[in-house]
Each structure stands twice: as structure tokens, then as C-alpha cells.
């Protein structure tokens, strides 16, 4: 009896090595897989946020952030001063009865004026302020918040802000603003509109990733 036992343990030292040998082959190339999983979706998400700070530098360029204020009124120029008249915003944004944005913001731009001009000019609503009441430029954590938040951003999912980037005709003013007053060109954002609109994509495509805090 002995003597079986004792052949017995190398045979069970052999069994336990085979299974263990086994199970690591079997487990091996699902681990593999799972790592480079894990690295594609690190890598894409890295794209994203790449893409995302191409988005957040058009959207708190001067054309963008004037109408996206955390105030009563819209704002100016590249130094984002007070629009003059005192306007204000109104309750959905387009102005007050009498001095209403489109009494002077047509459909297209009036070089002979320099006023600025798109279907339906209005204010973003304060959900889509991108500054806060001191005129600081919020960060692009806080913007990034705010846009993919579909309670503030009008409902629109991935492929909502996509379309919105791509076709809403206040967003493709901004680059083609035309002139100001004294004839001079406006400043155009940091990237042309389809550079905008693949930036837009790519980021959607990552699942719109946002920065960590602040």
C-alpha cells in the first residue's frame, strides 16, 4: 500500500501540472485579447479627448462664446465687450419686444453695416453658457460637462451635436463672419468648419469623453 501511494504522488504532481499548463493556454490568448482590448479602448479614448480640445478651442473662440454668456445680454468683438444698445436677452433668448435680434440680424451677413447675420440669430440659453459672470472662460471639463449633458443641451445625443455642429446655421456663421463696422475682417475660430465637424466626429466616436476635473 505503501508503495502505491508513493507512485501514486508523482502521477497527481503530473495530473495538477498538465491541468495547470492547460488552463494558462486556454486563459492565455483571452487574456491577450482582453489587453488589447483594453489598450484600443485606452487609445481611443485618448484620440477623443484630443479631438474634444480641438472642439472646446472653437467653442470659446470670440464668434462662439459672445452668444453662449452666463448674462442678461449678448456680447462683442475679440475683447467680448457689451453689445451695444443695451440689449439684452430676453426670455428665449432673442431679445426683448422692439429690440428683438432679428430687427437687425438678418438672414445673412450686411457688409454695408457690418452686422452679422444667420437664420434665427439668438443667445445660447444659459444652460450652454460656457464663461462665468466675471467673463472667465469656464474649463474644458466644465464645457465638455455642460454639452454632453442632454437636461441642458436641448436633449441631443452623440449624434444630435454632430448634426448641430455640422448644419445648424449660427454655428457655420462663425466661420463666415464677414466684416465688422470699420470694414475690418472678424477673427475666424483656431480650425475651418469641416476640420470642426471631424473634430465633432471623432470625439462622438469615443464615446464624447470628457477631461477629468477642474
Known amino acids: ?19 495547470a499548463w492547460s488552463l494558462s493556454m486556454l486563459a492565455g490568448p483571452a487574456g491577450s485579447d482582453a489587453s488589447q482590448e483594453s489598450k484600443a479602448g485606452a487609445s481611443k479614448r485618448a484620440d477623443g479627448l484630443a479631438a474634444w ?8 473662440h470670440p464668434r462662439c ?13 475679440d475683447d467680448r465687450h457689451r453689445h ?7 426670455p428665449a433668448g432673442k431679445g426683448v419686444p422692439a429690440l ?10 450686411a457688409d454695408s453695416t457690418g452686422v452679422p447675420g444667420a437664420h434665427d440669430w439668438h443667445l445660447a440659453p444659459l444652460s450652454m453658457k460656457w464663461q462665468d459672470r ?23 445625443d452623440g449624434a444630435g451635436l454632430l448634426k448641430h ?15 465688422q463696422i470699420d470694414g475690418s475682417l472678424r477673427t475666424l475660430p483656431p480650425m475651418t468648419h469641416d476640420e470642426f465637424v471631424s473634430a465633432t466626429r ?3 466616436e469615443a464615446g464624447m469623453p470628457c477631461p477629468q476635473n477642474p
Open 202 to 204: 471623432i470625439w462622438v
Open 134 to 156: 466675471n467673463d472667465k472662460i469656464l474649463s474644458s471639463a466644465e464645457v465638455c460637462r455642460a454639452v454632453t449633458d442632454r437636461a441642458k443641451n436641448n436633449n441631443l
Open 165 to 179: 455642429h455640422t448644419e445648424e446655421p449660427v454655428v457655420l456663421w462663425a466661420f463666415q463672419p464677414s466684416r
Open 53 to 60: 480640445q480641438q472642439v472646446y478651442s472653437v467653442l470659446t
Open 84 to 90: 451695444f444698445a443695451n440689449v439684452v436677452r430676453g
Open 100 to 109: 428683438q435680434c432679428a430687427t437687425c440680424h438678418q438672414e445673412a451677413n
Open 65 to 77: 462664446i459672445n452668444c453662449h454668456t452666463a448674462t442678461s445680454y449678448p456680447q462683442q468683438g
Open 1 to 19: 500500500m505503501l508503495a502505491g501511494r508513493s507512485m501514486l504522488r508523482p502521477i497527481s504532481a503530473l495530473l495538477i501540472a498538465c491541468g
